[in-house]
């Protein structure tokens, strides 16, 4: 029996501001996927993924969940010694979730409790997340459980705050559509970990807090708001806001091959641009009205469509 795929997710609003109570809306992504295969083991890849395995498993032996929601894992070291690995194309440091897949591919196998994505309730929603947040912690020091959570339901999510989120439906993808959502390759790879460790030391000034609540926070929940409602002109408006604050407050999480792009998004309005997750490499989120547009104000950059309307 084949194991099922687990896509990568993107963050399309929301990265940072959710650690501060900021909406966020965040997608399943099906170009990349992983699921959990058996073999020989004969390719360097797949004896390394094994190996990650081995050491996974002990850490996963040390966590308390609950009782519904434990995990098998003399069953999940067995597999590993008959050949268990992680077969995977989504690119790692890259802010789509290569953690998250994984997780919610062992969880999915192993876990005593069963749960359809389509029949999960809010509450049971919420307890995924945390035992979710409690495996991913592994790869990360600290996680939320969304990237898991997103990877194993493979549907919208609205995060409303830290304490609730809720299934949601994005506007139907046209693929006829003149504007994008879409995904630029900065060639490097960024490290989620130093990235949240400079967020929280700016935290520590009282005047990026405060711009961080009065201004971040309103224009990305208001971004939010249109791109669900489907009404383009407020959802543009508030993008070159949060575009703008980005390229302001975040300067140290942009990739310097994007600085100057990012300046050009905002002063033509052709595009705009923001991170897609954590940032400090991987890729950066793109949206315009007019993809053919943007597409040629970016060429030599490799970049992927993601949703047109």
């Not at 390719?43 to 390394?48: A, L, Q, T, W």
């Not at 609205?158 to 879409?182: M, R, Y």
């Not at 091959?257 to 954590?278: F, Q, T, V």
Request: net charge positive.
């Amino acid at each position: 029996m084949t194991n099922p795929l687990f896509y990568a997710k993107i963050i399309l609003f929301g990265e940072y501001g959710m650690i501060e109570n900021s909406q966020g809306l965040v997608v399943p992504y099906s170009f990349y996927k992983g699921t959990l295969k058996f073999s020989n083991l004969a390719s360097e890849f797949e004896k390394k993924s094994n190996q990650h395995l081995q050491k996974y498993a002990d850490y996963l032996a040390t966590l308390n969940l609950p009782g519904n929601f434990k995990l098998n894992i003399d069953a999940f070291k067995k597999d590993i010694k008959e050949g268990l690995f992680f077969d995977s194309n989504i690119p790692q440091g890259y802010g789509v979730g290569s953690s998250g897949a994984l997780v919610a591919a062992i969880f999915e196998k192993y876990s005593s409790e069963k749960l359809s994505p389509d029949t999960i309730s809010k509450e049971n929603l919420k307890k995924l997340k945390a035992i979710f947040g409690e495996m991913e912690s592994y790869f990360h020091g600290k996680s939320s459980g969304m990237d898991p959570l997103i990877c194993y339901m493979n549907l919208p999510i609205l995060i409303e705050n830290k304490e609730n989120l809720d299934k949601v439906a994005i506007p139907d993808h046209t693929s006829e559509g003149k504007g994008a959502v879409f995904l630029i390759d900065s060639g490097i790879t960024g490290e989620t970990g130093p990235m949240i460790q400079i967020f929280f030391e700016k935290m520590k000034t009282e005047g990026f807090r405060k711009t961080m609540k009065e201004e971040f926070i309103r224009y990305n929940n208001a971004c939010i708001e249109a791109f669900l409602k489907k009404d383009m002109n407020p959802f543009f408006k508030n993008l070159k806001k949060l575009s703008v604050w980005a390229y302001d407050h975040f300067k140290p999480m942009i990739p310097e091959s994007i600085y100057n792009i990012w300046k050009k998004g905002i002063d033509s309005n052709a595009y705009y641009l923001k991170l897609c997750g954590s940032g400090g490499g991987g890729y950066i989120l793109g949206f315009t009205k007019d993809y053919e547009k943007a597409e040629k104000m970016l060429s030599g950059f490799q970049k992927e469509v993601i949703y047109r309307f």
